[in-house]
């Protein structure tokens, strides 16, 4: 029996709020019928490389894997913004990816990006945009968040058209305000749509 298609929600997160917007973007793909959602994160990376991250994580989702990505029909994409870029270990986990571009795994796939920072103008967009970049070298078809959605337009907080965001501060506040949540929860649910609409 063939599996039933899934939307990958990919993430790194230090200290928590990534993996709380993961959260809510799995709730939006989840009110999608006839698609299920798999959240998974990536290892730290190292100081010393040649030290091995353990097999499962201390806690949160498990490790994704090459062939999770390789068979997602659409994906979401968060990191926090590290200067204006997405965190190391996720490009880390993006640069194994090449056996994928070559045979074209990604191809058509829809994706979207997520990030969160502690400053209100902290580089969001510009990490965002950094998670775009390899994706449309794999040929993915990149989704924006539309100001159909009105809490882009009142937000106090985040939220950018070019992906869900969230405000953390220097406190590191995981929880998301009632805009950001249905931000999340929108791009999510827009994603689960069009890679049902994609795979036909
Ligand atoms: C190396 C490093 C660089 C960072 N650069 C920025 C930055 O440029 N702008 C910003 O607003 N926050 C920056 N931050 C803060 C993180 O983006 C913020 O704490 C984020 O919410 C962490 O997400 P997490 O809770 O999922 O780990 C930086 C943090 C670190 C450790």
């Known amino acids: 029996m063939t599996p039933p298609p899934y939307v990958l929600v990919l993430f790194y997160s230090r200290h928590g709020s990534v993996s709380e917007m993961a959260k809510h973007i799995a709730r939006g793909i ?10 998974r994160q990536v290892p730290e990376v190292s100081e010393t490389t040649k030290v091995a991250a353990p097999a499962l994580p201390d806690d949160g989702a498990p490790y994704c894997t090459l062939e999770e990505l390789a068979d997602c029909s659409g994906l979401a994409i968060g990191s926090p913004s590290y200067f204006g870029s997405m965190a190391a270990p996720l490009k880390h986990f993006i640069d194994q ?10 191809m058509n796939k829809p994706a979207c990006g997520f990030t969160s ?38 937000t106090q907080a985040g939220g950018t058209p070019y992906g869900a965001s969230h405000l953390a501060n220097s406190t590191h506040e995981t929880d998301l305000t009632d805009d950001e949540k249905a931000l999340c929860e929108a791009q999510g649910k827009r994603l689960a749509e069009m890679a049902i609409k994609l795979k036909k």
Request: proline fraction near 3%; hydrophobic fraction near 40%.
């Open 97 to 106: 990816t090449s056996t994928l571009w070559l045979t074209g795994r990604l």
């Open 117 to 154: 920072a502690s400053t209100m103008h902290g580089g969001q967009e510009q990490c965002i945009y950094s998670m775009m970049t390899p994706l449309i070298h794999h040929g993915m078809v990149w989704l924006g968040l539309p100001y159909k959605n009105k809490e882009l337009i009142h």
């Open 30 to 39: 989840n009110k999608i019928n006839g698609i299920d959602v798999k959240i």
